[in-house]
């Protein structure tokens, strides 16, 4: 069928049913475009036609319409697409459970680990590569992860990320110097790309709009139930006498096995039949260069500037200008040159999608903060171990679970997710808000009701903001979008520990003088107003009770000035979430990729479509 009229990028959004004219909305000449390459029989001629159909807008429709509220579905779609049962889906979402929670675990379970690990390594600036490594190949590319599950489909591709994940794993377990370590977290964030990207998009291909705010928010609370015991197993691993450490890469094993076996045994979707060599001429190979090659310059630049060089030093200029002339390539690509965009433009051009999009980057800024960030303030600025610095973190993180749990469940039942981000961004900015206010002598009824709050607002956002990026998207573009939704909150994860450690390395850099040095010695002044202020906190707890009380106050001055700028973010999130319009959640479903029933033995899944198969 060929797609209608978009809905109304501007202010005139009503919280209506779609009518025919909108069921299918933010379609153009790409996505059609896309159909007809994918059947591998495509001539110039019927691209030409094609656009020129689109012309002068987008064509009428030409098959029947329905009046109802929902978007119509040839029966033998509905039959194909309903086939799953919902204990069936409830396997199918605890595989990709253990794949978020693996993801998200990795993010934050190395948090309290960090020191020790920049320690036995003798690498102080490692403190910083450590943790973004994993979220810079992450963000750099997860784009691509859902174009490839659209060309080959979703099950053998995310299981692809799932084994590269294992690997980076063994790799990081097993290592016996900083190189390889970091190796092994690039690609685990290769693998923790792809496994975040998909399996939002898996949710969306085996149920309906309405109900994914449920679904949707089991992933949101497992991904805020890792990030809760990322921090306290860290510790405790790290306190244990033989392999420590290590020990927060091995627990990735046995879980990962799991959760292949379950994609492998019970995810069964009608999946492109695409040869390989057919795929690869479908990629976007210019548009992903550009992206992955102008995410990782950029990102290179923030994580060296201010810390292992001057911003005003070459390598940092060029990484940063170079980064950022590769981004705006990438745009153009896609805008001019790419027959089948990594990233359509066309997923900009309506008001509640860019709206959600900046919020969802917004939210990946502000909740990494706290789960990265707050057990730095805790060993940092309080003196304590990495094992408790983990657990007063936990009113954070439960919160945020059980109340992103709660939020799914409203949409589901309410199809109401407007008021949900809007009560969710400005608790947030609140909560972070407060923590500007934390010292060394902070009571703990402030830690524990700041975090609270802060939970509270940053739980809602896992889900809602997606629940209305799909609210508008047509199904064609589910995957692309969702993953571009990922991408943009992977790379706020990203730059949110970046900038956030270049913020206090610049603000402890700030209180070097005779001051410092009289409180300190020269040696420990040194150390905690130089590159290594993050990596020697350790190093701080061996020196005489005055010192360490002069370097502890040194450290909650410097991580003051952090969460100002997170709170800044915050509010930015408040801003943005202010464009998000009402649309209606159908309550059918419709995926291009479906959950069918498993096959029998020697029967194969049906494909998606006929003209797929090359």
């Not at 709660?406 to 199809?415: M, N, P, V, W």
């Not at 700028?565 to 479903?589: C, M, T, W, Y």
Request: aromatic residues 10%; proline residues 5%.
């Amino acid at each position: 069928m060929r797609p209608s009229t978009p809905p109304s990028p501007a202010g005139d959004e009503k919280d209506v049913a779609p009518t025919p004219a909108t069921a299918l909305s933010v379609l153009s000449v790409d996505a059609e475009k896309e159909q007809y390459l994918n059947s591998g029989n495509t001539t110039t001629t019927q691209l030409e036609d094609i656009e020129a159909a689109y012309a002068n807008g987008p064509p009428e429709p030409t098959t029947p319409t329905t009046p109802t509220s929902e978007v119509a579905v040839p029966p033998q779609d509905q039959e194909g697409q309903q086939g799953v049962g919902r204990k069936h889906k409830l396997l199918i979402v605890l595989s990709l459970c253990m794949c978020v929670f693996l993801s998200a675990l990795d993010q934050t379970i190395i948090t309290t680990a960090i020191p020790v690990i920049a320690g036995e390594f003798h690498s102080p600036s490692s403190y910083t590569w450590i943790g973004s490594s994993y979220l810079l190949a992450s963000a750099a590319f997860l784009p691509s992860w859902g174009k490839f599950s659209d060309i080959w489909g979703r099950k053998p591709v995310l299981l692809c990320a799932a084994v590269l994940f294992m690997i980076g794993s063994v790799l990081c377990a097993a290592a016996n110097g900083i190189a390889l370590l970091l190796l092994g977290r690039v690609i685990q964030g290769l693998g923790a790309g792809g496994q975040l990207g998909l399996v939002n998009v898996t949710i969306s291909d085996i149920v309906t709009v309405r109900e994914r705010g449920l679904y949707l928010s089991f992933i949101g609370m497992t991904w805020a139930a890792a990030s809760a015991i990322g921090p306290v197993l860290g510790g405790v691993f790290t306190g244990m006498a033989h392999w420590g450490w290590r020990f927060c890469f091995i627990i990735n094993i046995p879980i990962g096995l799991l959760a292949i076996t379950g994609l492998y045994l019970f995810l069964h979707l009608k999946s492109p039949t695409l040869t390989l060599t057919a795929g690869l001429k479908r990629v976007d190979w210019l548009g992903t260069a550009c992206i992955v090659s102008g995410v990782i310059l950029f990102l290179l630049g923030l994580e060296l500037g201010g810390v292992a060089h001057p911003w005003n030093s070459a390598i940092v200029v060029c990484f940063l200008v170079f980064g950022i002339l590769l981004i705006i390539s990438f745009i153009i690509v896609e805008w001019k040159f790419a027959a089948l965009p990594l990233m359509p433009l066309r997923l900009f051009t309506h008001r509640t999608l860019v709206c959600a999009y900046l919020v969802g980057f917004w939210h990946g800024f502000v909740f990494i903060a706290g789960c990265y960030f707050l057990p730095l303030h805790f060993q940092a600025a309080r003196g304590d171990s990495p094992l408790l610095s983990g657990v007063y973190v936990l009113p954070y993180v439960i919160f945020l679970s059980l109340v992103s749990g709660a939020a799914g469940y409203t949409i589901s039942r309410t199809g109401r997710y407007q008021e949900v981000i809007w009560g969710g961004v400005a608790i947030q900015a609140i909560g972070f808000g407060l923590f500007i206010t934390f010292s060394r002598t902070t009571g703990w009824a402030a830690l524990v009701i700041f975090q609270l709050l802060a939970g509270v607002g940053s739980g809602p956002l896992f889900q809602a903001p997606l629940i209305a990026v799909h609210a508008v998207i047509d199904p064609k573009d589910v995957a692309t979008a969702t993953a571009t939704f990922a991408f943009l909150r992977s790379l706020g994860t990203a730059l949110a520990i970046s900038l956030g450690l270049t913020i206090f390395q610049n603000a402890m850099a700030a209180q070097a003088g005779p001051e410092l040095v009289r409180k300190l010695g020269a040696g420990p002044a040194a150390l905690i107003t130089g590159e290594g202020a993050s990596a020697s906190i350790e190093y701080i707890k061996t020196l005489g009770m005055e010192q360490r009380i002069a370097a502890m106050d040194a450290y909650a001055k410097g991580m003051k000035a952090m969460w100002y700028f997170f709170l800044a973010i915050a509010l930015l999130a408040v801003i943005s979430s202010v464009g998000i319009g009402k649309h209606h959640l159908s309550k059918q479903l419709n995926s291009n990729q479906p959950a069918v029933k498993r096959p029998k033995r020697g029967q194969q899944v049906e494909a998606a479509t006929a003209d797929e198969k090359v």
